[in-house]
Each structure stands twice: as structure tokens, then as C-alpha cells.
């Protein structure tokens, strides 16, 4: 195969003007609608194209919630509650690759905040301009009115908005900087700090402020008087400190104060974290709970916020002293011992107190862990009680008042919002074309270590090629059915759509990820300490190559980021096996530099084994053919891994192809790109795997 280059520019026409024209009728709709993929020339593009709903969030005292619908790469907020009929509250119709992002209630539900522009996942980066604008757009905080449908109104540049507890004032943050809004006032800075600002809070009585500052190598709990302008720290250390919150009268402020082991004893049993408590009058910090030595004395997080204090006078924070993480709450005044609210479920994802305190919901994965529920139980103890139907995956517990929601998702139907009493949709939900549910496999690695996946079998009769998909993070689980993150959301449809074509994909939940267990996710050796998590990976193409209706000579593998990583890795080890592979954004060379804390004849060591865990460290054996996928404004991974990689290809003569995205982040913001990306991809398998007898 020659070298060929698919490098484009992105004045690329897409097909979704029918979808955007559709907003208005689903606007006007009185019960949520069922939307089946659009006619389109192909699978990939009627699927790709469905609506996905993202960043549910509810009003205090209002049955209201509202998230973001992407649909073809055209954002829009959506509002909608029980008994409400979900709308479309703006009306952007381009897919632009302008992102919309936090999401934030007055308490009464009247008004609402959102931003647009920038990175969500780094909001203090340069700004991204993946639509290649003559001028590219800012980072906008609007603020819009909940009824009626006038236009959003400006606000600032900036994020983390924040409504004060009656409503009529607004914080929100962005260099450093925090500023108040008021309706009818122009937006004034209030304090600018040495760091970066996230977590901003306000006092029940609306007078102070509480924050974590981000500053080189540790954080802070800062706390500001808005009428004062005074400015003031809480509970300094030599760690982090974060998941600031106030206590119910506003007189406490309660926070994590975490650090991390050093580099040379990762698995030491220490007490590394505790639950501290500083009284705002005096800053005087009182210790209420300590991680005990041993397991769980390294701190882990949900996929959510981590520290809540009820109405109740609980704390309510996540643990790994089971092995698994689970919900632990313990007495604010510093009676009792610490219990353990979730002992029957398996790994807690996230989770939220009621509004009266009395009781906990979380989402978990209690008797099958490759699936996901929403669970009720009450913080003075009881049986757990399953909210949520066990035909469909469910995360993200809200509460709009009193009425909790979720984000639902199945094997055809991508991520959408419901109240979870009754389960009843609260805007439209999607349903692809030709999808079949993947079926959960378990398969042994060399070393003996299970490893869950999900295989989507090919459509037709005899011995079809097949591929491996491997996801990123590593800190990530695949379930059989749709993800509610964007980059998976489309991953699982182009699965879907390999599995149409012929091709049996296995997607692998390697070692490194989550929802398995503390052990499984903080597995030895893995990533530059030896990537023993592609021991997972060679068992799974081995286990894939073995299948009876699997051509085991035509066996291919595919993933993007840690996922492209590992591609790259399995095709410069075992191109015996792997006979093709497409990298997205993967990382080649994983040399670092060395934490201070090892010896100068330690630091060689740890730089050979990097190098040894790196795909650089196999590349005289790789032979198969690549496919290079990577937008050249990757904040996650930086776009010279993949300058090294065509480099160090083209000396060797291995064939590849190459796609390059000009001002593409990692999680490519435009459809277009994934759209062409993934028939780049389809293009290539085609030809290098089931056009190979």
C-alpha cells in the first residue's frame, strides 16, 4: 500500500439542514417525540447524526431541568419537566464546533445560565476555533429567561456561573478573576486571585463566597465577603483542597484535603486524605473524618461532586475501603463513626443527597458490572430501593425540586433525559437504524486477569474480519449500548456501523479502567510503568482471532487517545496479529520526566522503561499498515506525537495514511469531522482487511 494523505480543510458540506430545520416542531411538540435516524447514504451518517443530551441540571425549588441537545454537531439548550413539554430554548443550527457548556438554575427555575464557546474540559486554554472562523469565537456566559423565548443576553467572557440563593445576582469566573452580574448592571469584578477558580459557591444567606483555587502543585479553599471585598484562605496544607461546601446556616465550610503518593511508593498504605471542617468566624479547621491506612487511604472520586452536607447535619463522600467506591457518610458535629451507605453496590459513579437529606441516590452497578442504575437509600439506614428499569443504563442523578431526573441510554437509543418516577422522556428520544445489542463477553488474560468486553458480531454468513476497539482515558468503562460522552456516543456508532458492514468488533474494557474495582483500575504495571493493560488487549485479539466466525488472518484495531496509544502499541508488538490499525490522537512515546523523589540512578531505570512501554520502544517491529487521525489543536494529546509517528513511519517504510485536522481539539467538536474521519476509517479497513484474501 503507498502512503497517502487525506489532510483536508473544513469547508465541508453536511447533510443536517433537515435537522436543524426540525427544532421549531419539536419546539411546538406537547409530548416528547420519538425521532428514528434520518434517511442518509449510509448507516454511519443516519446514526451519527441523532440527537445526543448532555449536561442535565435542575432548579433548587422548580421541577424544571434543562441540557444541551447536540445534534449533527448543532448545540441548543432544551428546557422541559413532568407534565412540561420538552423545547428547544435556542435556536443555533450550524454545526459551527461551538461547544455549550454549564448549565446553571436560578433556585426559582425562571432564569437560566449558559456558556458558549471555548473547551469545556479546559476553559482556561487558548480558545478553540474548530469552525475555522475568520474570528473566532469568544467564551460567552448568556443568561436567558426560562418562559417565553426571547434571546439569550450576553453576560461576559467567562464560566462556573453560579446563581445566588434569591436569584437576582450571578458569580462566574474566568483568569483568575471573579465577577458578580446583576440584572440591569454591568458585571463587576469582585477579587482576582494567583490561580485558576473552580467549585464557586455561595452562602445560604447570599453574603459570602467559597471557592478552590488551582495554583502549581497544590489548592486552596478561598472565601470571599461580596459586600466587603474581602478576601480570605481556609485551612491551608501541603495538599489539595477541594469540594468546598457551606454548611446548612452558613457558619461552617466543609472540604477535602487530599495529597497524592509519591511516585516511587504508589501503592503505599498511608492516610493520605481526610474530611475537615473550618468555622468561618475564626478559621479554626477541626479534622471529622480520616481515611483509615491501608485500602482506601488514597483518595478517589465520582464522576461528580464529592463532598455534600445535608440538611440533616451528615457529610456525605465517597471511599474505596470496600476495594470499590462507595458512599460514606459521617456526623458534621463529629458524633459517631462513619458508615458505609452503599454496601451492596459494586462501584458508585456519582451520586447526591435528596433536597431534605434523608435520603441518598446514587448511580451504580450493584450485581452486573457492566451496567448502570439509579438507587435510592436512606442515610439513617435501609435497603436499598432501584429506581430506575433495568432495560436501559441511567446516570447522573438531578434534582429540579423535589422530582429527580437522570440521562437514560440503551442499545439504540443514545443518552436522553427522564423523570425518573414513571421514567417518562422529557424531550425527544432518538432511535437508531440496524443496531443489535453487544453481548457482554469475559475473556482471561495471560496473566490471569479477567477482562470484560462487548462484541458486536458481524452481519452475513462465513469467516469475517474483525477488529478490536480499545477507548481512551484509561479511566473509562464501555457498556453494551450507547455512552453519554460525545466521543464514545460515536465510537459505539461507528461499532454499530463496522458491525453492518461485516467486520466483528470486540471493544475491550482493559485493565486501567473503571467500574471494576480499585484493584483493576490501579493494576501494576500499566501505562509507562510497563503497559501491562495491553496484555488485556493481545488476549482480546487472540480471544477475537479464535472466533469460529472471525478470519483470524484479518484481524484490525482501532481506538483513539490512551485507545490510540494502545493501538500503536499492538501494532508495533504484533503485527503478526493486528494486520491493520487506525490511531487516533495516540500517544507514541511515552518518556516523561521523572518525579524528584527518585534517585539519580533510579531516574535512568524509569526512563528505559517508559521508553520500553512505548510504542517508539517496538517500532523496528511494526509492519501493518496505519491510518493517522489528529486535529492539530489536541489539548490532551499533543499533535507532535503524531508528527513523530509519520515521521519515524516514513523513515521505515511502513505504510499509513494520514487525516489532519486543522484547529481540531481532542474530542473532535465538529460532526463533519467525525464524519469523515470515520469513512476515512471505514475506507481504510476496507482496504487493508476485508478486501485482503
Not at 437509543?413 to 418516577?421: D, G, K, L, N
Not at 463496522?498 to 493494576?523: H, I, M, P, Q
Not at 499492538?570 to 523523589?597: E, I
Amino acid at each position: 500500500m503507498t502512503r497517502s494523505s487525506l489532510a483536508f480543510g473544513t469547508a465541508l458540506l453536511v447533510p443536517f439542514a433537515a435537522l436543524a430545520a426540525a427544532l421549531p416542531a419539536l419546539a411546538a411538540s406537547s409530548a416528547p417525540v420519538s425521532i428514528e435516524a434520518p434517511a442518509a447514504p449510509d448507516m454511519l451518517e443516519a446514526n451519527l447524526s441523532l440527537p445526543l443530551a448532555s449536561g442535565l441540571t435542575g432548579a433548587a425549588k422548580a421541577p424544571v431541568f434543562a441540557w444541551v441537545e447536540n445534534r449533527a454537531g448543532v448545540r441548543n439548550v432544551w428546557l422541559g419537566g413532568p407534565g412540561t413539554a420538552g423545547r428547544a430554548r435556542t435556536a443555533y443550527r450550524e454545526d459551527d464546533g461551538i461547544e455549550i457548556s454549564g448549565l446553571a438554575f436560578s433556585p426559582d427555575g425562571t432564569r437560566l445560565a449558559f456558556v458558549r464557546g471555548g473547551d469545556a474540559e479546559f476553559p482556561e486554554d487558548k480558545l478553540p476555533n474548530t469552525g475555522t472562523l475568520p474570528q473566532g469565537p469568544r467564551q460567552t456566559l448568556y443568561v436567558l429567561g426560562t418562559e417565553g423565548s426571547d434571546a439569550p443576553v450576553a453576560i461576559g467572557e467567562g464560566y462556573g456561573a453560579v446563581f445566588s440563593p434569591d436569584g437576582q445576582q450571578l458569580v462566574y469566573t474566568r483568569d483568575g478573576e471573579i465577577n458578580l452580574w446583576a440584572q440591569g448592571a454591568s458585571p463587576r469584578r469582585l477579587a482576582k486571585v494567583g490561580g485558576t477558580v473552580g467549585d464557586l459557591g455561595w452562602s445560604p444567606d447570599g453574603r459570602l463566597l467559597v471557592f478552590r483555587e488551582w495554583r502549581s502543585g497544590h489548592s486552596l479553599v478561598g472565601l470571599l465577603d461580596v459586600a466587603a471585598g474581602s478576601l480570605r484562605y481556609l485551612g491551608m496544607t501541603l495538599g489539595h483542597s477541594a469540594d468546598p461546601v457551606f454548611a446548612p446556616d452558613g457558619r461552617s465550610v466543609a472540604f477535602i484535603q487530599l495529597r497524592d503518593p509519591p511516585a516511587e511508593l504508589p501503592d503505599s498504605r498511608a492516610s493520605f486524605w481526610s474530611v475537615r471542617i473550618a468555622d468561618v468566624a475564626t478559621g479554626a479547621v477541626r479534622t471529622v473524618w480520616s481515611a483509615p491506612e491501608g485500602e482506601g487511604g488514597q483518595f478517589y472520586g465520582t464522576r461528580g461532586r464529592n463532598l455534600f452536607w445535608t440538611p440533616t447535619g451528615h457529610l456525605l463522600f465517597p471511599s474505596e475501603r470496600s476495594g470499590w467506591l462507595h458512599v460514606c457518610s459521617v456526623a458534621a458535629d463529629g458524633s459517631g463513626l462513619a458508615r458505609d451507605l452503599t454496601p451492596d453496590a459494586n462501584e458508585v459513579e456519582n451520586f447526591r443527597p435528596s433536597p431534605d437529606g434523608r435520603s441518598l441516590v446514587y448511580s451504580a452497578n450493584p450485581g452486573d458490572l457492566d451496567a448502570r442504575q439509579i438507587w435510592r437509600v436512606g442515610i439513617a439506614g435501609g435497603k436499598p430501593q432501584r429506581l430506575t428499569a433495568p432495560d436501559r443504563f441511567a446516570f447522573f442523578p438531578v434534582y429540579g425540586g423535589n422530582t429527580l431526573a437522570a440521562t437514560v441510554t440503551d442499545a439504540t437509543h443514545p443518552a436522553y433525559p427522564v423523570a425518573v418516577e414513571g421514567m417518562k422522556a422529557l424531550g425527544p428520544v432518538a432511535s437508531a437504524r440496524g443496531f443489535q445489542r453487544p453481548e457482554v463477553v469475559v475473556f482471561t488474560a495471560a496473566d490471569g486477569v479477567k477482562v470484560h468486553g462487548q462484541l458486536f458480531r458481524a452481519k452475513g454468513a462465513g469467516k469475517h474480519p474483525a477488529l478490536v476497539f480499545v477507548h481512551g482515558g484509561p479511566r473509562r468503562q464501555m457498556l453494551p449500548g450507547f455512552s453519554t460522552m460525545y466521543y464514545y456516543n460515536n465510537a459505539y456508532v461507528q461499532n454499530q456501523a463496522f458491525a453492518a458492514a461485516g467486520y466483528t468488533v470486540l471493544s475491550v474494557n482493559y485493565r486501567s479502567g473503571t467500574n471494576y474495582g480499585r484493584a483493576f483500575r490501579e493494576a501494576p504495571e500499566t501505562a509507562r510503568g510497563g503497559a501491562s493493560e495491553y496484555r488485556d488487549v493481545l488476549a482480546g485479539g487472540q480471544w477475537l482471532a479464535s472466533q469460529a466466525d472471525v478470519d483470524g488472518e484479518r484481524v484490525g484495531i482501532w481506538g483513539g487517545s490512551w485507545g490510540g496509544y494502545l493501538t500503536a502499541l499492538a501494532l508495533a508488538r504484533d503485527s503478526g496479529l493486528f494486520k491493520a490499525g487506525a490511531d487516533f490522537h495516540g500517544v507514541h512515546q511515552m518518556v516523561r520526566p521523572v518525579d524528584r523523589t527518585f534517585a539519580p540512578d533510579a531516574v535512568l531505570a524509569q526512563q528505559r522503561l517508559q521508553w520500553q512501554s512505548s510504542p517508539m520502544g517496538a517500532i523496528e517491529r511494526w509492519r501493518s499498515p496505519v491510518l493517522i487521525v489528529h486535529g492539530d489543536d489536541d489539548g490532551n494529546v499533543d499533535f507532535g506525537q503524531s508528527l513523530l509517528l509519520a515521521r519515524e513511519l516514513t523513515a521505515r517504510g511502513v505504510p499509513f495514511e494520514e487525516l489532519a485536522i486543522p484547529n481540531e481539539r481532542h474530542d473532535f467538536f465538529r460532526y463533519a469531522n467525525w464524519l469523515t474521519s470515520y469513512r476515512a476509517m471505514a475506507g481504510f479497513f476496507d482496504r487493508n482487511l476485508k478486501e485482503r484474501r
